[in-house]
């Protein structure tokens, strides 16, 4: 999983646990009195922060590269103006930006920051590897494992195919492993989303 993702997915459960610990419920719904339009203004507000601290990260590294290169950047590629290029970066950050969404969907349905964060970190790293080794020993279940949401989401970010795909856990295809975890996200993000706005007010 990304380490930024990681690291920033509480910016999306954040913003709901704000809510319940310090009841300031009410106030957001008097600046923003439909409880739909407040969730999705959380759910665009953290996807967005996550996926512009995803960019300059990758900036810094761009420059951290270059200065321990002697102050050179490193040679431009040829294919920089083609798709292939630029896909696994485009790709990075949509993922980043999901990390968040998923972490309000599920903060919504669990009401737990503990539980939140535990889905979070346990659920890509060991869950999800685990059901997806066990699926594999049920041969009509075999290909179930790519289509498992973290997984997809980090064969989107493989823009090669061969050693990395043990890591990534898929051999979907980069944009087909994006539209599998983003189609994950926002299905996450509907359900916290029904749960938030039929829940009483704290």
């Known amino acids: 999983m990304p380490l930024v ?3 920033l997915f509480n910016l999306g459960w954040g913003a709901l646990a704000a809510e319940r610990r310090y009841a ?3 106030t957001t ?5 439909s409880r739909g339009l407040a969730y999705l203004a959380k759910l665009l507000v953290s996807a967005v922060a996550v996926a512009a601290v995803g960019a300059f ?3 810094l590294a761009v420059l951290t590269v270059a200065v321990l ?6 040679a431009v590629p040829a294919d920089l103006l083609t798709w292939a290029f630029w896909q696994p970066c485009l790709n990075y950050l949509v993922v ?4 968040p969404v998923v972490a309000i969907g599920v ?4 009401r737990g920051r503990v539980l939140t964060a535990l889905f979070m970190i346990l659920w890509p790293l060991f869950v999800e590897r685990l059901f997806g080794a066990l699926l594999e020993l049920v041969a009509p279940l075999e290909g179930v494992r790519d289509w498992l949401p973290f997984a997809s989401s980090r064969a989107a970010m493989t823009p090669t195919r061969g050693v990395t795909d043990s890591l990534a856990g898929s051999d979907l295809p980069p944009g087909v492993g994006l539209a599998v975890f983003v189609a994950f996200a926002l299905l996450v993000a509907g359900a ?10 704290p």
């Not at 290169?69 to 490193?74: E, K, Q």
């Open 5 to 7: 993702g990681a690291l």
């Open 24 to 26: 300031v419920a009410r």
């Open 29 to 33: 719904l008097l600046t923003l009195p």
């Open 57 to 59: 990260t990758a900036l």
């Open 69 to 74: 290169n002697g102050g050179r950047l490193l």
């Open 96 to 99: 980043l930006a999901c990390w």
């Open 107 to 110: 903060s919504s349905l669990t």
């Open 192 to 201: 916290g989303a029904v749960r938030y706005v039929r829940r009483d007010v």
